[in-house]
């Protein structure tokens, strides 16, 4: 069974940074490419960020540039974002998904992140 | 790069039929095959029902259906149900550094 798990959500004060985490099981994890998508609270869902499967490339939103950085351990089946200098509008729930036929086919259950004083 | 416009919110009685529409651009919905549905329900992760326009993912009931002409998507919800209340977004690659949009989503109600 396929199964996404994230960790590292909390609160955190503005300016401040954050390392969320995703473990995978239940398939080949160096052979998906992943996906990190947000969605604040009572909003939609944002992608913000791609890494292929052997990390040579690797996309982000124009609003997190410059201050997220994604990476992947394939040997520990883990996906990671690293959050440098959080804003209160990065409040949200971050979801990792695995990417299949250009599209996200299974989702994790999400980490709630917090940016407030 | 924009959200992709759904309306807010799309209501139905039960065993009706509904649409759903999501506007892009040529640069996303109208440029690419690849426009994708999710199911959310209040509280859970989203789900993947359609990829690639129109194909549903195995399980997925074939009331589900979907299509695209120009740069608009649609989702189609037939012999509407009770479990169908959700929210809806779709999804679509983009040739513009941001590489995927969602929609706005849609907040299915049935009456």
């Known amino acids: 069974e396929v199964q996404l798990v994230e960790s590292g959500g909390g609160l955190v004060q503005p300016g401040g940074s954050l390392r969320l985490s995703c473990a995978a099981s239940?398939?080949?994890?160096?052979?998906?490419?992943m996906n990190w998508v947000r969605q604040a609270p009572g909003k939609g869902l944002e992608w913000i960020s791609y890494i292929s499967s052997r990390v040579n490339t690797i996309y982000y939103a124009d609003s997190v540039k410059g201050r997220f950085t994604i990476s992947r351990d394939n040997a520990k089946n883990s996906l990671y974002l690293q959050m440098n200098s959080l804003r209160a509008e990065d409040t949200a729930v971050y979801y990792c998904?695995?990417?299949?036929?250009?599209?996200?086919?299974?989702w994790g259950r999400g980490t709630m992140v917090t940016v407030s004083s | 790069q924009s959200a992709l416009t759904q309306p807010a919110s799309v209501s139905g009685s039960p065993g009706q039929s509904i649409a759903i529409s999501c506007t892009g651009t040529s640069s996303d919905v109208g440029g690419y095959d690849y426009v994708s549905w999710y199911q959310q329900h209040p509280g859970k992760a989203p789900t993947l029902m359609i990829y690639d326009v129109s194909n549903r993912l195995s399980g997925v009931s074939n009331r589900f259906s979907a299509s695209k002409s120009g740069n608009t998507a649609s989702l189609t919800i037939s012999g509407l149900q009770a479990e169908d209340e959700a929210d809806y977004y779709c999804?679509?690659?983009?040739?513009?550094?941001?590489?995927?949009?969602f929609g706005t989503g849609t907040k299915v109600t049935v009456l």
């Open positions: 998904a695995r990417r299949e036929l250009l599209a996200f086919d299974f």
């Open positions: 239940g398939f080949t994890f160096r052979s998906f490419e």
């Open positions: 999804s679509s690659y983009t040739s513009s550094s941001t590489l995927y949009v």
